[in-house]
């Protein structure tokens, strides 16, 4: 995803205004917040457009840092509340994904009614979203992406940002399903068969719409056929047969069941 497209149009458009404006002196390069971008009072129109000038050179942190010094010195200027909505974006864009939440819930705080909220929710939603590692790491951050997704899908279902928060939600959910199904394999591995059970009964009624139901149902049939309830078994791969009756998982367990359980 290019992540220059997920700057609000309007605030695009505010900030092509002040395109032709020059960007006096304001510290090198490798400036960094808190120490050479907080200078003498500048106009607000000097000041957002260095943001924007150092925004345009991906020099983020400085950009961030920048913006918020137009809100600092021109707090009642139209130009504050854009600004802050550029810092989180600028945050965001640096991998600063903590300060990028902070200066969008500070937004939010302050325009809670305003036209660039759902794109503030979205930010958000995005910042947790880049943070999800892998299913061998605790997961804490993916539920966080998912309630995060979940509130810009309802609170701005007709927004712009609706479809991709629907679709990174799936990716959320299926990623979830994965940390369990890890989890209910490592359990089976261990011989624990009733904790592998919870594992991948927990798959297939909260994700029963990921890509790792088949093999979670698969699993369980395993599960409970080990722990000696042939029924429940029998269960598992009846709904595996009536979902997914062409897959290979649907193969194995009618094999197992008629090796271990033909009567059941």
């Not at 819930?105 to 660039?116: A, E, Q």
């Not at 995060?148 to 609706?162: D, F, M, T, W």
Request: glycine share 4%; net charge positive.
């Amino acid at each position: 995803m290019n992540k220059k497209l997920l700057v609000p149009v309007a605030v695009l458009a505010a900030s092509s205004l002040l395109s032709g404006c020059a960007a006096l002196g304001l510290g090198g390069g490798d400036a960094k917040p808190g120490s050479n971008t907080r200078y003498v009072a500048r106009d607000v129109n000097t000041l957002y457009a260095a943001a924007k000038e150092k925004l345009d050179n991906q020099q983020y942190v400085v950009a961030a840092a920048l913006f918020d010094e137009v809100e600092r010195q021109h707090p009642y200027s139209p130009w504050a509340r854009r600004a802050q909505l550029m810092s989180a974006f600028s945050y965001y864009m640096a991998q600063k994904y903590n300060e990028s939440i902070q200066s969008s819930r500070r937004f939010l705080s302050i325009h809670p009614g305003n036209k660039d909220a759902a794109y503030a929710y979205y930010l958000i939603a995005l910042n947790y979203y880049e943070q999800i590692s892998d299913v061998t790491r605790d997961q804490k951050i993916s539920e966080q992406a998912l309630a995060a997704l979940g509130e810009v899908q309802r609170r701005y279902p007709n927004s712009r940002y609706a479809a991709d928060a629907t679709l990174k939600m799936d990716l959320v959910r299926d990623h979830l399903a994965g940390k369990e199904m890890e989890i209910g394999r490592f359990y089976q591995r261990r011989a624990l068969w009733l904790a592998s059970s919870l594992r991948f009964r927990e798959v297939v009624d909260k994700f029963d719409t990921t890509t790792h139901t088949p093999e979670a149902l698969y699993r369980l049939t395993e599960s409970y056929l080990a722990m000696g309830v042939p029924e429940e078994a029998k269960k598992s791969a009846a709904v595996l047969g009536a979902n997914y009756p062409g897959s290979e998982w649907y193969k194995r367990a009618y094999e197992l069941m008629q090796k271990h359980a033909p009567s059941a």
